[in-house]
């Protein structure tokens, strides 16, 4: 197993960090889900909070394309916009009480986003144009999105146990998993131009080819609760298991590692790539953890004679 160093930096304004992001100013931006606060760190200064609605439930952030950060308002049912200055802007939604989820910039310029009570996906211009695109399916809580590698938009239908994809032209694909009760949430694009998908209830990384086709990874503990997955600078895929208090790293050819986290019970969620190539994750207990390799399992190199 590979060593890695974690370390933790305390951010808690009044709740704990659920997603996390780079932002274009390269310092790591959060949710604060139960304070209603929009948290920014730059590593190695301390961390900075914007407050919102204090029961607006901002869940999922992400930069767009214009250069602010664009994060989903779930219990206010509102998609949310903060510059790296702090002004904020919000936009609320035609359906409501929606629940929006998931959020991420697509090809065309827009943010798409999942809408997880109405079975429906989201887009929204940076001028605050809204277009809302049914699903085929009813009851599937669309979950995370993240954009592929063929111009479309892939999301997690978590209680479908399907992988979707939309179009920018609405176009909806579905794809069934092969397990039923895996109930995926987090999702990214890998580094071989897959999709890989966590299933939390079944304790496995998925992959999904943008043909549709499927593979599943079993992890080393089946009820470790996988939430979110993300690329490293590594080339290897990062996740969080949420309920075994751990980050794990596993390879496009399925070599998995997973390692403690220093606190029990403290609840990790979104997983990024920071500005500083290390991978980090929000602790909901109240932190966001760096993770990188641990430069003392280094071999030693001894001096030339």
Same mark, same amino acid.
Do not use: K
């Given at each position: 197993?590979?060593? +890695?160093? &974690?370390?933790?930096?305390?951010?808690? @304004?009044?709740?704990?960090? #659920? /997603?996390?992001?780079? @932002?274009?100013? %390269?310092?790591?931006? #959060?949710?604060? $889900?139960?304070?209603?606060?929009?948290?920014?760190?730059?590593?190695?200064?301390?961390?900075?909070?914007?407050?919102?609605?204090?029961?607006?439930?901002?869940? +999922?952030?992400?930069?767009?394309?214009?250069?602010?950060?664009?994060?989903?308002? #779930?219990?206010?049912?509102?998609?949310?916009?903060?510059?790296?200055?702090?002004?904020?802007?919000?936009?609320?939604?035609?359906?409501?009480?929606?629940?929006?989820?998931?959020?991420?910039? %697509?090809?065309?310029?827009?943010?798409?986003?999942?809408?997880?009570?109405?079975?429906?996906?989201?887009?929204?211009?940076?001028?605050?144009?809204?277009?809302?695109?049914?699903?085929?399916?009813?009851?599937?809580?669309?979950?995370? &999105?993240?954009? %592929?590698?063929?111009?479309?938009?892939?999301?997690?239908?978590?209680?479908? =146990?399907?992988?979707?994809? &939309?179009?920018?032209?609405?176009?909806?694909?579905?794809?069934?998993?092969?397990? /039923?009760?895996?109930?995926?949430?987090?999702?990214?694009?890998?580094?071989?131009?897959?999709?890989? #998908?966590?299933?939390?209830?079944?304790?496995?990384?998925?992959?999904?080819?943008? @043909?549709?086709?499927?593979?599943?990874?079993?992890?080393?503990?089946?009820?470790?609760?996988?939430?979110?997955?993300?690329?490293?600078?590594?080339? $290897?895929?990062?996740?969080?298991?949420?309920?075994?208090?751990?980050?794990?790293?596993?390879?496009?050819?399925?070599?998995?590692?997973?390692?403690?986290?220093?606190?029990?019970?403290?609840?990790?969620?979104?997983?990024?790539?920071?500005? =500083? %190539?290390?991978?980090?994750? /929000?602790?909901?207990?109240?932190?966001?953890?760096?993770?990188?390799?641990?430069?003392?399992?280094?071999?030693?190199?001894?001096?030339?004679?």
């Amino acid at each position: 197993m590979t060593p +890695v160093s &974690i370390e933790e930096h305390p951010v808690s @304004g009044g709740g704990g960090p #659920y /997603a996390v992001t780079t @932002g274009p100013d %390269g310092a790591l931006w #959060y949710t604060l $889900v139960h304070s209603g606060q929009i948290g920014r760190l730059v590593p190695g200064a301390g961390p900075e909070s914007h407050r919102l609605d204090p029961d607006c439930g901002p869940t +999922v952030i992400t930069t767009g394309p214009d250069g602010a950060l664009w994060f989903t308002e #779930y219990r206010a049912h509102r998609i949310g916009r903060i510059t790296t200055a702090g002004a904020v802007t919000e936009f609320p939604l035609p359906t409501p009480e929606c629940g929006p989820f998931g959020i991420a910039a %697509g090809p065309d310029g827009a943010l798409w986003f999942t809408e997880t009570a109405a079975d429906r996906i989201g887009r929204i211009t940076t001028g605050g144009e809204i277009t809302e695109f049914p699903l085929p399916v009813t009851g599937a809580f669309p979950s995370a &999105i993240t954009a %592929g590698g063929d111009g479309g938009m892939w999301f997690t239908l978590n209680q479908a =146990d399907a992988i979707g994809r &939309i179009g920018t032209d609405g176009t909806v694909t579905v794809h069934p998993l092969p397990t /039923a009760g895996s109930a995926p949430v987090g999702i990214t694009l890998g580094p071989d131009g897959a999709l890989w #998908y966590v299933a939390i209830a079944a304790g496995h990384i998925g992959r999904v080819t943008t @043909g549709g086709e499927i593979t599943e990874f079993p992890l080393p503990d089946r009820a470790g609760r996988p939430h979110a997955v993300t690329t490293g600078a590594d080339g $290897v895929l990062w996740f969080t298991e949420w309920g075994g208090n751990r980050v794990g790293s596993l390879t496009t050819e399925g070599v998995t590692e997973v390692h403690d986290l220093p606190t029990p019970g403290s609840e990790p969620h979104g997983i990024t790539l920071g500005p =500083d %190539g290390a991978v980090w994750t /929000a602790l909901e207990a109240g932190a966001l953890a760096r993770i990188t390799p641990n430069p003392l399992s280094r071999p030693r190199r001894e001096p030339r004679p």
